[in-house]
């Protein structure tokens, strides 16, 4: 699924939330939804600033991808699973946004993602950045994991509208 199909999708559910139910954790530990939207926001944004970092890099990078990134290219995605980040602020994310900041930040990475879409084609795929656990990724690979990721979060979407009562 295209990017901006995922950003229409999580939009499309975003209106449904009252700030109840956005704001809704079942339990100690449990993202909320808002948390949820924030992490994925920020994640794509930070995803996009390497896409630039890339697009401005002087020398190629001649490492590659870890073990794990391979694989998660070769799949096209992350496997079925829960994944447990490690605490920390930086993966502690809001609770405080509304429905409408949401929609407007999900607007922002659809912008930027669209602008670097028709760009990639012209970054070097051999100047790269590292990333922590796949090792180092060109820009189109930066891109693509982006769409990966709000892939990955679909189900703990569907979890978590649960757990908060969402109506359809």
Request: hydrophobic share 40%; charged share 25%.
């Amino acid at each position: 699924m295209r990017y901006d199909m995922l950003i229409d999708s999580y939009q499309n559910r975003l209106r449904h939330y009252s700030l109840e139910q956005l704001r809704f954790s079942a339990a100690q530990g449990v993202w909320s939804l808002c948390q949820l939207y924030d992490h994925l926001i920020l994640a794509a944004l930070d995803y996009m600033d390497k896409v630039a970092a890339c697009a401005t890099a002087q020398e190629d990078q001649p490492l590659g991808k870890t073990e794990a990134g391979e694989a998660l290219f070769e799949q096209g995605g992350f496997p079925p699973i829960k994944i447990k980040l490690p605490d920390g602020p930086e993966n502690n994310p809001s609770n405080t946004e509304s429905v409408e900041a949401l929609m407007q930040r999900l607007e922002q990475v659809r912008h930027n993602m669209s602008e670097w879409e028709v760009r990639l084609h012209a970054i070097n795929p051999n100047c790269k950045v590292l990333h922590d656990g796949f090792g180092w990724l060109n820009a189109q690979e930066w891109f693509e994991l982006a769409g990966m990721h709000f892939r990955h979060h679909l189900r703990q979407k569907d979890e978590l509208e649960r757990y908060a009562r969402v109506k359809d």
